[in-house]
Protein backbone atom coordinates (compact mmCIF):
# COMPACT_ATOMS: atom_id res chain seq x y z
CA UNK A 1 0.00 0.00 0.00
CA UNK A 2 1.24 3.17 -1.25
CA UNK A 3 2.29 5.40 2.23
CA UNK A 4 -0.39 8.08 3.21
CA UNK A 5 -2.89 6.32 1.00
CA UNK A 6 -6.35 6.49 2.80
CA UNK A 7 -7.77 3.22 4.72
CA UNK A 8 -10.85 2.41 5.36
CA UNK A 9 -12.46 4.23 8.52
CA UNK A 10 -12.85 1.94 11.63
CA UNK A 11 -16.36 2.16 13.13
CA UNK A 12 -16.84 4.52 15.82
CA UNK A 13 -15.52 3.92 19.78
CA UNK A 14 -18.29 4.84 22.32
CA UNK A 15 -17.49 4.62 25.72
CA UNK A 16 -19.61 6.20 28.96
CA UNK A 17 -18.19 7.36 32.38
CA UNK A 18 -20.18 7.88 35.49
CA UNK A 19 -20.59 10.10 37.90
CA UNK A 20 -17.23 9.23 39.43
CA UNK A 21 -15.07 8.87 36.95
CA UNK A 22 -15.04 5.19 36.13
CA UNK A 23 -15.63 3.30 32.43
CA UNK A 24 -19.30 2.51 32.94
CA UNK A 25 -19.78 0.93 29.32
CA UNK A 26 -17.51 0.52 26.60
CA UNK A 27 -19.05 -0.73 23.07
CA UNK A 28 -18.00 -3.10 20.67
CA UNK A 29 -16.04 -0.46 18.43
CA UNK A 30 -14.00 0.10 21.80
CA UNK A 31 -12.85 -3.62 22.08
CA UNK A 32 -12.13 -4.07 18.54
CA UNK A 33 -9.70 -0.98 18.43
CA UNK A 34 -8.30 -2.71 21.82
CA UNK A 35 -7.73 -5.94 20.47
CA UNK A 36 -6.21 -4.86 17.07
CA UNK A 37 -3.20 -2.25 19.37
CA UNK A 38 -2.60 -5.55 21.89
CA UNK A 39 -4.42 -3.67 24.26
CA UNK A 40 -6.36 -7.17 25.91
CA UNK A 41 -5.81 -5.49 28.89
CA UNK A 42 -8.60 -2.86 27.99
CA UNK A 43 -11.28 -5.41 27.21
CA UNK A 44 -14.55 -5.81 28.67
CA UNK A 45 -15.65 -7.12 31.24
CA UNK A 46 -12.37 -6.22 33.16
CA UNK A 47 -12.29 -2.30 31.99
CA UNK A 48 -15.53 -1.39 33.57
CA UNK A 49 -15.12 -0.17 36.71
CA UNK A 50 -11.85 1.10 36.08
CA UNK A 51 -11.14 4.97 36.45
CA UNK A 52 -10.74 7.26 33.00
CA UNK A 53 -7.25 9.14 34.26
CA UNK A 54 -5.75 5.75 35.09
CA UNK A 55 -5.18 6.00 30.88
CA UNK A 56 -3.66 9.16 31.28
CA UNK A 57 -0.19 9.32 32.26
CA UNK A 58 0.64 13.25 31.42
CA UNK A 59 -0.69 15.40 34.14
CA UNK A 60 -1.14 17.90 32.00
CA UNK A 61 -3.21 15.87 29.37
CA UNK A 62 -5.19 14.87 32.23
CA UNK A 63 -6.13 18.06 33.88
CA UNK A 64 -7.34 19.13 30.79
CA UNK A 65 -9.29 16.01 29.95
CA UNK A 66 -11.26 16.63 33.62
CA UNK A 67 -11.83 20.81 32.85
CA UNK A 68 -13.59 19.56 29.16
CA UNK A 69 -15.36 16.46 31.44
CA UNK A 70 -16.05 19.24 34.12
CA UNK A 71 -17.93 21.89 31.77
CA UNK A 72 -19.71 19.26 30.02
CA UNK A 73 -21.46 18.34 33.38
CA UNK A 74 -22.02 21.96 33.92
CA UNK A 75 -23.91 21.91 30.33
CA UNK A 76 -20.83 23.67 28.75
CA UNK A 77 -21.38 21.33 26.19
CA UNK A 78 -21.24 19.14 24.15
CA UNK A 79 -17.53 19.54 23.68
CA UNK A 80 -15.95 18.26 19.94
CA UNK A 81 -11.98 18.58 19.44
CA UNK A 82 -9.44 16.41 16.99
CA UNK A 83 -6.31 14.87 18.46
CA UNK A 84 -4.13 12.09 16.48
CA UNK A 85 -3.27 8.14 17.97
CA UNK A 86 -0.68 7.09 15.52
CA UNK A 87 0.27 3.66 14.87
CA UNK A 88 3.57 2.76 13.48
CA UNK A 89 2.23 2.14 9.90
CA UNK A 90 -0.93 4.69 10.41
CA UNK A 91 -1.94 8.05 10.76
CA UNK A 92 -4.71 8.10 12.68
CA UNK A 93 -6.68 11.25 13.06
CA UNK A 94 -9.34 10.93 15.77
CA UNK A 95 -12.65 13.14 16.03
CA UNK A 96 -13.92 13.53 19.97
CA UNK A 97 -16.97 14.24 21.10
CA UNK A 98 -18.32 14.57 24.49
CA UNK A 99 -21.92 15.01 25.95
CA UNK A 100 -23.39 15.16 29.57
CA UNK A 101 -25.82 11.90 30.47
CA UNK A 102 -27.90 11.77 33.32
CA UNK A 103 -26.61 11.88 36.98
CA UNK A 104 -23.44 13.05 35.94
CA UNK A 105 -22.34 10.67 33.55
CA UNK A 106 -20.09 11.89 30.35
CA UNK A 107 -20.61 9.69 27.12
CA UNK A 108 -17.80 9.94 24.68
CA UNK A 109 -17.89 9.11 20.85
CA UNK A 110 -14.77 8.83 18.83
CA UNK A 111 -14.18 8.66 14.96
CA UNK A 112 -11.48 8.06 12.92
CA UNK A 113 -9.77 8.86 9.90
CA UNK A 114 -6.81 6.66 9.22
CA UNK A 115 -3.52 6.79 6.51
CA UNK A 116 -1.15 4.57 5.86
CA UNK A 117 2.09 5.60 6.23
CA UNK A 118 5.92 3.83 5.94
CA UNK A 119 6.14 2.24 9.15
CA UNK A 120 7.64 4.22 11.61
CA UNK A 121 9.08 2.34 14.62
CA UNK A 122 9.71 4.87 17.47
CA UNK A 123 5.70 4.27 17.82
CA UNK A 124 6.43 0.44 17.80
CA UNK A 125 5.57 -0.68 21.43
CA UNK A 126 7.14 -3.82 21.04
CA UNK A 127 10.62 -2.26 19.85
CA UNK A 128 13.26 -1.95 22.51
CA UNK A 129 13.67 0.71 24.80
CA UNK A 130 16.83 2.37 26.46
CA UNK A 131 18.46 5.83 26.86
CA UNK A 132 16.77 9.19 27.85
CA UNK A 133 13.10 9.51 27.18
CA UNK A 134 11.81 11.18 24.63
CA UNK A 135 8.43 13.57 24.70
CA UNK A 136 5.86 13.21 22.20
CA UNK A 137 2.48 14.97 22.65
CA UNK A 138 -0.18 13.19 23.89
CA UNK A 139 -2.53 14.93 20.73
CA UNK A 140 -0.27 15.39 17.90
CA UNK A 141 2.16 12.85 18.12
CA UNK A 142 5.22 15.40 17.52
CA UNK A 143 8.41 14.82 19.59
CA UNK A 144 10.35 16.99 20.95
CA UNK A 145 14.07 17.11 18.77
CA UNK A 146 17.24 19.05 19.08
CA UNK A 147 17.05 22.60 19.99
CA UNK A 148 13.42 21.67 22.19
CA UNK A 149 11.78 21.84 18.72
CA UNK A 150 8.33 19.74 18.10
CA UNK A 151 8.96 18.16 15.11
CA UNK A 152 6.72 15.37 13.05
CA UNK A 153 7.62 11.66 13.90
CA UNK A 154 9.54 11.10 10.52
CA UNK A 155 11.45 14.41 10.94
CA UNK A 156 12.56 13.84 14.67
CA UNK A 157 14.16 10.02 13.77
CA UNK A 158 16.70 11.20 11.84
CA UNK A 159 17.23 14.54 13.75
CA UNK A 160 17.50 12.75 16.54
CA UNK A 161 19.62 9.97 14.32
CA UNK A 162 17.44 7.01 15.96
CA UNK A 163 17.01 5.04 12.80
CA UNK A 164 20.62 3.93 13.46
CA UNK A 165 20.31 2.36 16.70
CA UNK A 166 19.36 -0.98 18.16
CA UNK A 167 17.35 0.00 20.38
CA UNK A 168 14.90 2.81 20.64
CA UNK A 169 14.22 5.89 23.73
CA UNK A 170 11.42 5.52 25.82
CA UNK A 171 8.46 7.73 24.88
CA UNK A 172 7.17 9.93 27.78
CA UNK A 173 3.89 11.85 26.89
CA UNK A 174 3.03 15.27 27.52
CA UNK A 175 1.48 18.20 25.44
CA UNK A 176 3.09 20.71 22.82
CA UNK A 177 2.37 24.32 22.74
CA UNK A 178 0.18 24.36 19.86
CA UNK A 179 -2.21 21.74 21.01
CA UNK A 180 -2.27 23.57 24.71
CA UNK A 181 -3.15 26.34 23.10
CA UNK A 182 -5.56 24.43 20.87
CA UNK A 183 -7.58 22.80 23.74
CA UNK A 184 -7.74 26.36 25.95
CA UNK A 185 -9.40 27.87 22.55
CA UNK A 186 -11.85 24.90 22.89
CA UNK A 187 -12.57 25.44 26.13
CA UNK A 188 -13.18 29.16 25.83
CA UNK A 189 -15.54 28.79 22.83
CA UNK A 190 -17.89 26.33 25.43
CA UNK A 191 -17.55 28.90 27.62
CA UNK A 192 -20.83 31.21 27.52
CA UNK A 193 -19.01 33.93 30.01
CA UNK A 194 -15.72 34.16 27.22
CA UNK A 195 -18.41 34.60 24.32
Request: hydrophobic letters at 40%.
Amino acid sequence: MAPDSVLASPPAVCYAIDAADRLSTVDDGWAAFAKANDGAHLLPPGIIGRSLWDAISDHTTRDLYREMVDRVRRGLGPIALTFSCDAPGERRRLHLRMVAGERGAVAFEVRMHTHARAPQRLLDVHARRAGALVEMCSWCKRVVGPGKRWLPVEEAVEALALFTQASLPPLTHGICPDCYDLVLATLRESDPKDS
